[in-house]
């Protein structure tokens, strides 16, 4: 079992920041981030594997805006979110699982208790 930890979150206007953070109870080789909007589909926002590719995965709605990264020693995934938008209003929710190169939330078998991140206009 891998408990997951997340911190950050909270309100900020649009075209600011947030930092999000995620501390896993042990090694997993693939971390990342989930979001859900009221009314929405939960959708992939980033993740990163840490098998030696360390391949990145972002959703194209945050590329260029959010930065994913890895600590392989303290099993921390954070993700930098820049010029943040009303549309980036939802609930965040780390995830860990063993495959690579997925968004499938169905892979992820550890998931936090999700942080929400909250951006007015």
């Known amino acids: 079992q891998v408990q997951l930890m997340e911190s950050g979150g909270g309100s900020v206007q649009s075209g600011g920041s947030l930092r999000l953070s995620c501390t896993a109870s042990?090694?997993?080789?693939?971390m990342g981030w989930f979001r859900q909007a009221p009314g929405k589909e939960r959708e992939a926002v980033a993740t990163v594997y840490s098998g030696g590719s360390n391949e990145r995965y972002y959703a194209e709605s945050v590329k260029g805006r959010f930065t994913i990264s890895r600590d392989i020693i303290t099993h921390t995934a954070s993700l930098q979110m820049n010029g943040l938008t009303p549309e980036d209003t939802a609930a965040y929710y780390c995830?860990?699982?063993?495959?690579?190169?997925?968004?499938?939330?169905?892979?992820?078998?550890?998931w936090g208790q999700g942080t929400q991140v909250t951006v007015s206009s």
């Open positions: 995830v860990a699982g063993p495959r690579r190169a997925t968004t499938n939330p169905l892979d992820f078998d550890y």
């Open positions: 042990r090694y997993v080789r693939t």
